[in-house]
Structures are given as structure tokens and as C-alpha cells.
């Protein structure tokens, strides 16, 4: 069965320096995507990153990088040069292939950054 | 160009009360997806509908829950007889095709329900 895994409850980071989310994933499917979200305290769900499981590269989106190892059914969530506002919930998903839609959550990580 | 659009983004009910939920997709979006976020946990797909169509409901609780997508109007997911385990932030996605493997999932602000 389809899975997504977030060990990490909470995660502390200094202003300015990366951090590393982690998100672990479990599916017997070949095609599938990878999706990061951002819950900020306001409680909205934002778009941060996408990794389909063919793409060559490791997506990329500003400050935000996904390092995704298929071998190990990692896609962490790399946050270069923390700002205050980067603190929020984040929620790793996946969904299928096929004509499956629905998006698969872990139960997110806490960030919070510090000056 | 307005995002999704959930009302109201606050409803308190006591229980046995009936919830009513309302989700205005995107402009030119005909899929709509419930989903249900229970306090500290992530979000948990409950429906995917099309316009008067529902294509799986397979995280929907067989009782009291209830969800529409009439050819005209909102979609609205309906809560009966509501206990004090509905209360939770439920959030709408809606796309404007059957959702391929990088469609990106636009989110609602939410619909925070609390049943006292």
C-alpha cells in the first residue's frame, strides 16, 4: 500500500542556514510524483516543489530543492538560506499513476527558524 | 484571477447539528477533491468529484458525510449529525482535468469545523 513517512515532528534551524526535511515513500506503482506542501499558521496549503519519478534532474524551485534517491525512496526537502518566514508545517505527498488522483500526506514536519 | 474559494472558514457546531461546506473551484476547473486534516495530523483524501459526477469516494466515512458538485454552483461536502471527532480543517483541491502525475493539487484556505 502507498505510503508516506515524515520521522522528523519538529525541526530547528538558525536564520540564513539550510535544513533538510525528511520524507520517505513506499509504492509498488513505477510512475508516480513527489509533492512538498507548506502549512504556514494561517493554516492554508501551499505549493512548493514537484519530482516525477522518471525525471532525470532533482527538481528545483528557488530556495527550494528536492533530493530525491529512487533507490531508497527518499525525497527530502532542502530549504537553502532560512528566512523567519520559512516557519510552518511541511507536508510531503505522493500521488500514483494511473487514474488514481488523490494525493497521499505524511503528517509533516514542524519548522521553526530562529535568528 | 481567483484561487479557491471555501466558505465559511470558520463554522462552529453543536452536535447533532448539520455542516455544510462549500468549495468554489478555480475558473474553468471541473474536478473538485475534499480533503480532511485532523488536528496535528496531514491531510487524509476523503472525495474526488466532476461536475454532478463522483469519481471516488473512497476516503469518505460511509455515514453521515456526504459531498456534491452540482452543473451549477459550488460543491459542497455535508456533515450530519456532526460528533465532536468531525471537528477538523477540511480543505478543498480543484484542477481542471483528471489530475496527471505533476498536476498540482490548488488548495482552499479551509474550512475549520468545530463541534462543541
Known amino acids: 500500500a502507498q505510503k508516506i513517512t515524515q520521522t522528523q515532528p519538529g525541526m530547528f534551524v538558525q536564520e540564513k542556514e539550510a535544513v533538510t526535511l525528511d520524507c520517505t515513500y513506499d509504492?509498488?506503482?513505477?510512475?508516480?510524483?513527489l509533492f512538498w506542501y507548506k502549512q504556514p499558521s494561517s493554516g492554508e496549503m501551499i505549493f512548493l516543489i514537484y519530482?516525477?519519478?522518471?525525471?532525470?534532474q532533482n527538481a528545483t524551485e528557488g530556495r527550494y530543492s528536492l533530493n530525491f534517491q529512487k533507490a531508497r525512496k527518499s525525497a527530502n526537502l532542502v530549504i537553502s538560506a532560512s528566512q523567519l518566514g520559512d516557519s510552518a508545517m511541511y507536508f510531503c505527498?505522493?500521488?500514483?499513476?494511473?487514474?488514481?488522483?488523490?494525493?497521499?500526506f505524511g503528517t509533516g514536519t514542524r519548522l521553526q527558524v530562529f535568528p | 484571477n481567483a484561487g479557491v474559494m471555501q466558505n465559511p472558514r470558520h463554522l462552529v457546531r453543536r452536535r447533532g447539528q448539520e455542516a455544510r461546506l462549500r468549495c468554489s473551484p478555480m475558473k474553468g476547473h471541473s474536478h473538485v477533491y475534499w480533503y480532511r486534516q485532523l488536528p496535528e495530523e496531514g491531510l487524509k483524501f476523503m472525495v474526488y468529484l466532476q461536475k454532478e459526477n463522483i469519481i471516488d469516494e473512497s476516503g469518505m466515512p460511509k455515514e453521515r458525510f456526504s459531498a456534491e458538485f452540482p452543473k451549477e454552483g459550488p460543491s459542497i461536502l455535508r456533515i450530519q449529525q456532526v460528533v465532536r471527532g468531525d471537528s477538523a480543517a477540511y480543505f478543498c483541491a480543484s484542477s481542471d482535468r483528471l489530475a496527471s502525475m505533476n498536476t498540482e493539487a490548488f488548495f482552499g484556505q479551509g474550512t475549520r469545523l468545530t463541534v462543541v
Open positions: 519530482q516525477g519519478s522518471y525525471d532525470q
Open positions: 505527498a505522493m500521488r500514483e499513476g494511473g487514474n488514481t488522483d488523490k494525493l497521499i
Open positions: 509504492t509498488s506503482d513505477p510512475s508516480y510524483g
